[in-house]
């Protein structure tokens, strides 16, 4: 004796009620696996330690204080040779006429021959 399909689709009502399921008699896709699952975000944020307190956090907190950064010296001085070998990078243009003296395209040389 076959139960009418109305009786089943009931029956599954009621036990999504109690179970807190979703009733979907369709069976579609709707993506409640994924959104039953536990937020991400506070593990992925615990995972990375916490920032710690660097030299340059206490000379932007204490300006007044005379410090020395030994890699920022160190940084400074890698520059300075760098510009000794001419390897430094180049200087900024401050005018408009600094800037557009270059920009122009090379003009070609136009080499004239004479018939002999």
Do not use: H
Not at 30 to 57: C, E, H, I, S, W
Not at 65 to 92: F, S, Y
């Amino acid at each position: 004796m076959a139960v009418a399909r109305s009786r089943i689709l009931d029956l599954a009502k009621l036990q999504c009620r109690i179970f807190s399921t979703t009733f979907n008699p369709e069976r579609l896709r709707t993506g409640n696996k994924v959104l039953r699952q536990r937020l991400r975000g506070p593990a992925m944020a615990a995972y990375y330690p916490r920032k710690v307190v660097t030299f340059r956090d206490l000379q932007k907190a204490y300006p007044d204080l005379e410090t020395w950064d030994e890699q920022e010296e160190d940084r400074l001085e890698g520059i300075r040779v760098a510009k000794q070998r001419g390897k430094g990078a180049p200087k900024k243009k401050r005018t408009l006429e600094e800037s557009k003296k270059f920009t122009g395209k090379k003009k070609k040389s136009v080499v004239i021959e004479e018939k002999a």
